[in-house]
């Protein structure tokens, strides 16, 4: 196998039968937003959970903290949040850069924008707007072009 051909997963097919055409790179677009959500689902409850053991009791007693000691507490609620979103995004991103034909880290980028823009728009409907949210899209195609640049060299 040539370095640069892409190893398919094995599919059974019926005698006779011509094989499908390849997908076209916005169907693994989709798909890897599809990853990146199942991905990022359990590590979001991981990172929940770690978030507020770092944050102890402090997190109940929040108003009665100073500026400084406030902001540790957001950011040990944050960075474990931050960390499953770039998980999961890479993981997504390298999914369409690895099985899907003609795809480019690009592709993968796009998957992750997507997600960042869904969890972004959901994000403001329940909290409405601030300005931290903004990240998510940022992060999550940054990590989603990781992942397809990893995929891609596979």
Request: proline share 5%.
């Amino acid at each position: 196998m040539a370095d640069n051909e892409k190893r398919r997963l094995p599919v059974l097919q019926a005698q006779g039968e011509e094989p499908e055409e390849a997908r076209p790179p916005w169907h693994w677009v989709g798909f890897g937003a599809v990853a990146i959500f199942v991905a990022w689902l359990p590590l979001a409850w991981i990172a929940e959970a770690v978030g507020r053991r770092l944050a102890g009791d402090r997190l109940a007693r929040l108003g009665e903290l100073d500026h400084h000691a406030r902001l540790v507490v957001y950011a040990e609620l944050a960075v474990p949040q931050a960390v499953a979103l770039v998980l999961a995004a890479m993981a997504g991103g390298f999914l369409v850069t690895k099985f899907g034909q003609g795809t480019r880290r690009r592709d993968a980028a796009f998957a992750g924008l997507a997600v960042g823009l869904l969890a972004l728009g959901l994000t403001f409907a329940q909290a409405g707007f601030s300005i931290a949210p903004l990240v998510v899209p940022l992060l999550a195609m940054g990590a989603a072009a990781a992942g397809g640049a990893v995929g891609a060299r596979r």
